[in-house]
């Protein structure tokens, strides 16, 4: 039995050439730009739970290898990068560019994207969730509600994970929105990016980039609605090694006085539908032409989407010259094929 067996194995292995690990080789000598993607592995299995656990170095490593898949969008060799390997993408809440841009991109680095919706930890354990897929895949995405349950799919098995969104970090978005600004400004260092709405998920995640690459922040929003302490008190740690500065006002006026980049998010975030008085706290924060009048001239505006014309934005900005909302949209699948190229 044996006998038959091994020469019928060597046979398959050699017709299918399958290769010795499941990631495929890069391209030999670097014949494209892009090649150096797949050999570096300075991120090689690293989860991507939030911009808190990147390093700056990290960091600049994903824009600049995203903006390398942006300049080199239709080379070849992309497609060799994530051959053979399956993403399941885990989504407790609804989703157009995160799902889309996950999969698409899957799909143009040569692999392959599983969608399942529904809430993690009913049907079985989170980290039962985590251990099986671990023995079949080669990354999970996870959108969650608790930034808890991202942590224990990541505790639980040996692949990448990467945050598509918690109550917690954005970072997805975050990177993609970074890169939109090089595109623009073609610089990081001597910006001021203003946040005005709410200090969420969104919010933390770009309060913390913007410390760790240089560039000030402000996020003016109304009291009781500040960011997350302990992020913030990351934010301005990491402020000192750049020079960045980071401020938290109840001031619209002040968080958008001379601001390169101006961001809102929404009011109330997928899950804080029940909280339906939120949105009188805000009535001062709409981002109009008025408080864009603030901003400098050739400022740029800013939305994760999906955005909600009349309430967080006028939509004479969102729709207007300064908006580079689509832009940012476009680069969510640039950064995530970056994250995934680099770290499954
Ligand atoms: N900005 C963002 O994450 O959009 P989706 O909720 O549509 O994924
Ligand atoms: N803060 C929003 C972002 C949506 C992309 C939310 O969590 O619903």
């Not at 992309?78 to 809440?93: N, P």
């Not at 969104?202 to 309060?207: D, F, I, P, W």
Request: proline share 4%; with cysteine; charged share 20%.
């Amino acid at each position: 039995m044996l006998n038959v067996f091994i020469p019928l194995l060597n046979y398959i292995k050699e017709t299918l050439h399958l290769s010795p690990s499941q990631r495929m080789a890069p391209p030999a000598t670097g014949s494209s730009p892009l090649a150096k993607v797949l050999t570096e592995d300075l991120m090689r299995g690293k989860d991507v739970l939030g911009i808190a656990s990147l390093s700056a170095q990290e960091l600049h490593l994903i824009i600049d290898t995203a903006q390398q898949l942006y300049i080199n969008k239709f080379d070849d060799t992309q497609t060799l990068f994530a051959k053979g390997q399956t993403l399941v993408m885990l989504f407790e809440k609804p989703s157009l560019r995160t799902r889309v841009t996950f999969e698409a991109g899957m799909t143009q680095l040569g692999g392959h994207a599983i969608y399942m919706e529904g809430q993690l930890g009913l049907r079985e354990p989170v980290s039962d969730v985590a251990k099986n897929l671990d023995r079949w895949v080669d990354c999970i995405m996870a959108r969650t509600f608790e930034h808890k349950t991202v942590e224990i799919l990541a505790a639980n098995s040996k692949i990448p994970v990467i945050n598509g969104l918690s109550d917690l970090e954005h970072p997805c978005q975050a990177l993609a929105d970074f890169q939109t600004i090089l595109q623009h400004k073609g610089k990081f260092k001597g910006l001021k990016l203003a946040f005005i709405g709410d200090g969420n998920n969104v919010a933390n995640s770009l309060m913390l980039l913007a410390a760790k690459v240089g560039t000030d922040f402000a996020l003016g929003c109304p009291a009781g609605y500040e960011p997350n302490a302990d992020i913030l008190n990351l934010a301005k740690q990491e402020a000192l090694k750049t020079g960045a500065t980071i401020t938290v006002t109840n001031d619209p006026i002040e968080a958008i006085k001379n601001a390169d980049v101006v961001y809102t998010d929404v009011w109330i975030s997928m899950g804080e539908e029940a909280q339906t008085d939120k949105a009188l706290a805000f009535k001062n924060f709409q981002v109009d032409s008025k408080l864009m009048s603030y901003a400098k001239s050739d400022s740029i505006f800013m939305h994760c989407l999906p955005a909600h014309r009349g309430e967080e934005v006028e939509g004479l900005v969102i729709d207007g010259p300064q908006s580079v909302v689509y832009d940012q949209a476009e680069n969510r699948l640039h950064a995530q094929k970056a994250i995934m190229s680099l770290v499954m």
